[in-house]
Every structure is written in C-alpha cells, then in structure tokens.
Nanobody
Framework: QVQVVESGGGLVRAGGSLRLSCAAS????????MGWFRQAPGKEREFVAA????????DYADSVKGRFTISRDNAKNTVYLQMNNLKPEDTAVYYC??????????????????WGQGTQVTVSS
C-alpha cells in the first residue's frame, strides 16, 4: 500500500509560480512512476506531467510544456511539479498519482494505482 499526499497549492496571480510536492509513503517510491493530473471545474481530469521510476523519462501535456517541470527525489520519496508562468486556465485541483509500472507511456490514468486527495491551484488574471 502506498499513500500519496500533495501539497503546495494556493492562489497566485497570472505569470507567477508555484511548486507542488507529492510525498509518497509505504513501499519505496522509486518503485513507482509518478504522474500529475488536474481537474478544472466542469471538466474531466486531464494529464499534466509524468516521470518514470528512474527519473530519466518525463512527459508533459502540450498545454504545460515549457512552463512546468516535473522532478523527483527518491531519497526523499517526493515528486515535484514546478509551475512557472501560470495562466488562469491552469486553475484546477491537481492530483498526484503513483503507478507500479515500467511502461514508458505514462499519460493514461488507468495505469495509476494510488492517488492523492488533490491540492487546489487558483490563478487569478
């Protein structure tokens, strides 16, 4: 069993930055690929970014590429999402998830075994 807890959300003005953290406890976090998803009001949850177990492979949604950076510190069992140049359309609840997989395709929600409760990110214009 793995517990996943997000933190770091908040209110920021457009153009600002936030860093989300995702702490994983239980089995060694380096066993899991990690992903970030988000859900805006009235919309379906969507893929944001993901990182492989080793950290070598990363993937980003086109809407955040060049602005967001995903990274991980396996010694701290923590994954980060650095979000720069935030836009009002980035407003959403952000979820972290862990996948016990070696697949390189990390965009599908179906591969993720454990999910956090989410953290709210609000970007004002």
């Amino acid at each position: 069993q793995v517990q996943v807890v997000e933190s770091g959300g908040g209110l920021v003005r457009a153009g600002g930055s936030l860093r989300l953290s995702c702490a994983a406890s239980g089995r060694t976090s380096s066993t899991y690929a990690m992903g970030w998803f988000r859900q805006a009001p009235g919309k379906e949850r969507e893929f944001v970014a993901a990182i492989s177990r080793s950290g070598i492979i990363t993937d980003y949604a086109d809407s955040v590429k060049g602005r967001f950076t995903i990274s991980r510190d396996n010694a701290k069992n923590t994954v980060y999402l650095q979000m720069n140049n935030l836009k009002p359309e980035d407003t959403a609840v952000y979820y972290c998830a862990a996948a016990y997989t070696s697949t390189r395709y990390l965009r599908s929600e179906a591969i993720y075994d454990y999910w956090g409760q989410g953290t709210q990110v609000t970007v004002s214009s």
